[in-house]
């Protein structure tokens, strides 16, 4: 049927043809066609129903399995972790240090999986993030489809991390994103809930049920750490790396990483803070807290002694008894109005002690090498010695000790002492030198 042309216009199209009218030519078909297209709107608009911690359990325990590092002569476990289905059906992701011991013995373990059915099977390492603590598994066989990635939700928002605590069975644990810690180069996220040896590569999920994180590592008092999911996604494109390259991958990894951290702080603006007579630098980058450890003074001391501590929070995992990218620095100002020059110089030089804080045996490191020379600073004469020693089974990464202390004085005294584990040579030698144009003698 024609329309007539006093029926009313439905509505004016603005688009595609300006000032074309659209006319009501069947008023039923109309109508559920109006209908069909609220529905539709109202659908795009509704949010995304959240779900709670069973929900999410139940929708991906099939994905998430337990992963064995096996003693190949006893047949039994030595440690375990979690991993979780990714980027590929025969893929598990998990952390760099559940499947260390393996890395650093091939010949001694090797490593396999568990389901939550008790099928398990052999694993093959084929990438590793060693600065992020991530690692790539294959098995033989396709486990499934990987889980949903994403970014992770904003501050505050509630998380779910599931993994195998103590090998008491899989689990899941509810808390809330605590933000990202700049502390640690923003690849850290705090994690409220309670984080158990075992869950280690086990996902981290929003209220949606997709994967936003990566158990790492727990803390006192139920505070916890992920990794975001954006250096897992990285870490999917990387090339498959033979067995027998792991430890030069690794290496690898670890010097290029402390290469960009150190010279981001080489070239940043840093604080500078007064200990007495010396004007130092603070906080020389955001990874970094500086804290007063001056000792409490006692009567019977014929000397006062002011001291400042800063240290890195970057810990990057090498080994069960190795963590390398730490820095750690202290000021140390020392004065006396009672002791004659020569106990107040013995009392100086017994502070000047630095101790080099690792677990690093004979079987890890070679012998510290030590120069010292004597270098004027802001118009003071330092005795300076550097000490650096080579990680045998990680040629390319080392272990510097400096230390500069202030000569000429009687009565007072001032130590700059600087730590750094695991790094390279080069640009911790010209954070050195940075650090020493810092400081300045007030008058």
Known sequence: M?????????????????????????????????????????????????LDSQAIFERNEQAVYQIHVVNRDTGK??????????????HLATNYHVVS?????PDRYELRFVASDGTEGPLRLVAVDAVHDLALVEADAPFGDPLQVSEPPPKGAALYAMGNPLDLGLTIAAGTNGGVLSQTDDSRILFSGSLNAGMSGGPTFDERGTVVGINVSTARNDISFIVPTRYLQSL?????????????????????????????????????????????????????????????????????????????????????????????????????????PLRFYRLYQALNNSQFSSKADKDDVERFRCDTQFVDL??????????????????????????????????????????????????????????????????
């Open 378 to 443: 802001s118009g003071q004469t330092f005795k300076t010695t550097v000490c650096a020693r080579g990680y045998k089974n990680y040629p390319g990464l080392s272990d510097l000790l400096f230390s500069a202390a202030m000569v000429g004085h009687d009565r007072q005294g001032f130590i700059f002492n600087l730590d750094l584990s695991g790094t390279d040579f080069s640009a911790a030698s010209r954070l050195i030198v940075r650090m020493l144009e810092g400081l300045q003698w007030l008058p």
């Open 2 to 50: 024609a329309s007539s042309p006093e029926d009313p216009p439905l509505f004016h199209s603005r688009g595609r043809y300006p000032g074309a009218v659209i006319r009501n030519r069947h008023p039923a078909l109309l109508a559920l066609r109006l209908t069909a297209l609220l529905i539709l709107l109202c659908a795009a608009a509704a949010p995304v129903l959240a």
């Open 77 to 90: 476990k030595s440690s375990i972790g979690s991993g979780f289905i990714f980027d590929r059906p025969q």
């Open 101 to 105: 011991q393996f890395i650093e013995k």
């Open 236 to 340: 999917s494109v990387a090339n498959v790396v033979p067995a027998e390259d792991f430890r030069r991958v690794i290496t690898q990894q670890i010097r290029e990483y402390q290469i960009r951290y150190l010279q981001g702080m080489i070239d940043g603006a840093w604080p500078s803070t007064d200990l007495r007579r010396m004007r130092v630098p603070g906080a020389i980058s955001p990874t970094v807290r500086c804290w007063d450890a001056s000792p409490k003074p006692k009567d019977e001391h014929l000397y006062r002694r002011f001291s400042i501590s800063c240290k890195n929070e970057n810990d990057i995992y090498l080994s069960d008894t190795l963590e390398v990218g730490k820095i750690l620095y202290e000021y140390l100002w020392i004065e006396s109005d009672h002791l004659e």
